[in-house]
């Protein structure tokens, strides 16, 4: 951001009232991470900005560099995710993604596989299948670009393959002699569930079909390591979220 005048594609994590007329808009961008800008008069119904700054919207937007914020002088929507919008029980998923991505990335440290990441989980939500699998999917994910790759197929330890469970404060799958003191257990198909979702693309994500159990175990194993390794804070979306 040496430039006093940079442009960039960038996602709209969140908005927030700023003055009469403006909005402060925390933006997730290709090529400068995620950062907050000034939208001026984007409160007023002729506002040019007015459609470029919504959540749920990925565009390009020309910047100036403010005292305080950078300010955004142009934006023009490429894909605006209205069915976030447009539907009651979808919106908390697609926040959901928002929120896990602005608590969990670092203010102006370029990361666009994260970008791209948030970006095909929109697009996924959209599609019929299950929302529950793309957003542990998500999870996944998301943390492996930032570094904290779950271990998820052989024992740290001694290198067995012959993992029985999980465990959060170390990041792996452990085997049965080699279990720390916070070891989840789970079946074999949830492991391979884990597997599947953190390696594949999320468009195979739809065509898997989990048990009820399998579920329930990926969903913890999940919570406890992102509540392990971030500092999450409450979600608002995750109490709107039927998953």
């Given at each position: 951001m040496?430039?006093?005048?940079?442009?960039?594609?960038?996602?709209?994590?969140?908005?927030?009232?700023?003055?009469?007329?403006d909005?402060?808009?925390?933006?997730?961008t290709?090529?400068?991470?995620?950062?907050?800008?000034?939208?001026?008069g984007?409160?007023?119904?002729k506002s040019?900005?007015?459609?470029?700054?919504?959540?749920?919207?990925?565009?390009?937007?020309?910047?100036?560099?403010?005292?305080?914020?950078?300010?955004?002088?142009g934006?023009?929507?490429?894909?605006?995710?209205?069915?976030?919008?447009?539907?009651p029980?979808?919106?908390?998923?697609?926040?959901?993604?928002?929120?896990?991505?602005?608590?969990?990335?670092i203010?102006?440290?370029?990361?666009?596989?994260?970008?791209?990441?948030?970006?095909?989980?929109?697009?996924?939500?959209?599609?019929?299948g299950?929302?529950?699998?793309?957003?542990?999917?998500?999870?996944?994910k998301?943390?492996?670009?930032?570094?904290?790759?779950?271990?998820?197929?052989?024992?740290?330890?001694?290198?067995s393959?012959?993992?029985?469970?999980?465990?959060?404060?170390?990041?792996s799958l452990?085997?049965?002699?080699?279990?720390?003191?916070?070891f989840i257990?789970?079946?074999?198909?949830?492991?391979?569930?884990?597997?599947?979702?953190?390696?594949?693309?999320?468009d195979?994500?739809a065509?898997?079909?989990?048990?009820?159990r399998?579920?329930e175990e990926?969903?913890?194993?999940?919570?406890?390591?992102?509540?392990?390794?971030?500092?999450?804070?409450?979600?608002k979306?995750?109490?709107?979220?039927?998953?």
């Amino acid at each position: 951001m040496s430039s006093r005048i940079f442009k960039d594609q960038g996602l709209v994590l969140r908005t927030r009232i700023l003055g009469e007329a403006d909005r402060l808009i925390t933006l997730l961008t290709l090529e400068g991470g995620k950062f907050e800008a000034v939208a001026r008069g984007a409160r007023k119904m002729k506002s040019r900005l007015a459609a470029g700054v919504d959540i749920f919207t990925c565009g390009e937007y020309t910047f100036h560099r403010g005292k305080t914020w950078p300010i955004i002088t142009g934006q023009n929507p490429k894909e605006r995710f209205l069915w976030f919008r447009d539907d009651p029980e979808l919106y908390p998923y697609g926040l959901y993604l928002a929120e896990l991505t602005d608590r969990l990335v670092i203010d102006e440290d370029p990361c666009p596989e994260v970008y791209r990441l948030l970006l095909s989980g929109w697009r996924q939500l959209g599609e019929k299948g299950d929302r529950f699998l793309t957003l542990r999917a998500f999870e996944l994910k998301l943390a492996h670009y930032l570094g904290y790759s779950p271990g998820l197929h052989f024992c740290p330890e001694c290198d067995s393959e012959q993992v029985l469970g999980f465990s959060p404060k170390e990041g792996s799958l452990f085997c049965h002699g080699c279990r720390p003191a916070d070891f989840i257990k789970l079946e074999s198909g949830t492991i391979a569930l884990a597997r599947r979702l953190l390696e594949s693309p999320f468009d195979q994500v739809a065509i898997i079909r989990p048990s009820t159990r399998q579920k329930e175990e990926l969903a913890r194993m999940n919570n406890s390591f992102l509540a392990y390794h971030f500092d999450l804070g409450e979600l608002k979306s995750k109490r709107l979220l039927k998953d």
